[in-house]
T-cell receptor, first 117, second 113 residues
Framework: AQKITQTQPGMFVQEKEAVTLDCTYDTSDPSYGLFWYKQPSSGEMIFLIYQGSYDQQNATEGRYSLNFQKARKSANLVISASQLGDSAMYFC??????????????FGQGTTLQVKP | DSGVTQTPKHLITATGQRVTLRCSPR?????VYWYQQSLDQGLQFLIQYYNGEERAKGNILERFSAQQFPDLHSELNLSSLELGDSALYFC????????????FGSGTRLTVV
């Protein structure tokens, strides 16, 4: 069964430092997509970054990068130069492969990140 | 504004009651997804509609039902509510039925008392 695991319930980082949020996944489908979302205390879900299983390079979006290690089935989010506004819950999610004929996402349990001034 | 509109934003109701949550997808999006976020279950996929038809079903209780109308807006109906149904209910939309990028609404926070 497809599964996303985030083993860090909570993390602290000093402002301006980099932080890595861990995510491992399990799937038998060769085609899949991996997503990271940010959920601030206000509750909305904000898309951060996407990595496709066939993408050759790690995805980057501004201060966000995804450390994709396919053989280890990990998709860690790296936030560089942390800002106070980065304090939020972060979710890793996986979309089933095209064989599933659906766009549903499976989410991990989330990691709460707190940025210290 | 993400383009996905969910109403109401907050809802407080008593056990045993029935409520309807509404979602208007982003313009041009044909797929609507419903998710439930609770403290104990995390974010759980409930159901997906694509262009008016049910595409996928997740761990949706029999007390819950949904539909997507010809104008593509969707409603999630929750009946015989229990305290455990208290959660944040998200709607998301995408252009395609099998992938693409989601746009999430801001959610409806349901409190059952």
């Amino acid at each position: 069964a497809q599964k996303i695991t985030q083993t860090q319930p909570g993390m602290f980082v000093q402002e301006k430092e980099a932080v890595t949020l861990d995510c491992t996944y399990d799937t038998s489908d060769p085609s899949y997509g991996l997503f990271w979302y940010k959920q601030p205390s206000s509750g909305e879900m904000i898309f951060l970054i996407y990595q496709g299983s066939y993408d050759q390079q790690n995805a980057t979006e501004g201060r966000y990068s995804l450390n994709f290690q396919k053989a280890r089935k990990s998709a860690n989010l790296v936030i560089s130069a942390s800002q106070l506004g980065d304090s939020a819950m972060y979710f890793c999610a996986m979309r089933e492969g095209y064989s599933g004929n659906t766009g549903k996402l499976i989410f991990g349990q989330g990691t709460t990140l707190q940025v210290k001034p | 504004d993400s383009g996905v509109t969910q109403t109401p934003k907050h809802l407080i109701t008593a056990t045993g009651q029935r409520v309807t949550l509404r979602c208007s997808p982003r313009s041009g999006d044909l797929s609507v997804y419903w998710y439930q976020q609770s403290l104990d279950q995390g974010l759980q996929f409930l159901i997906q509609y694509y262009n008016g038809e049910e595409r996928a079903k997740g761990n949706i209780l029999e007390r819950f039902s949904a539909q997507q109308f010809p104008d593509l807006h969707s409603e999630l109906n929750l009946s015989s509510l229990e305290l455990g149904d208290s959660a944040l209910y998200f709607c998301a939309s995408s252009v395609a039925g099998t992938g693409g990028f989601y746009t999430f609404g801001s959610g409806t926070r349901l409190t059952v008392v």
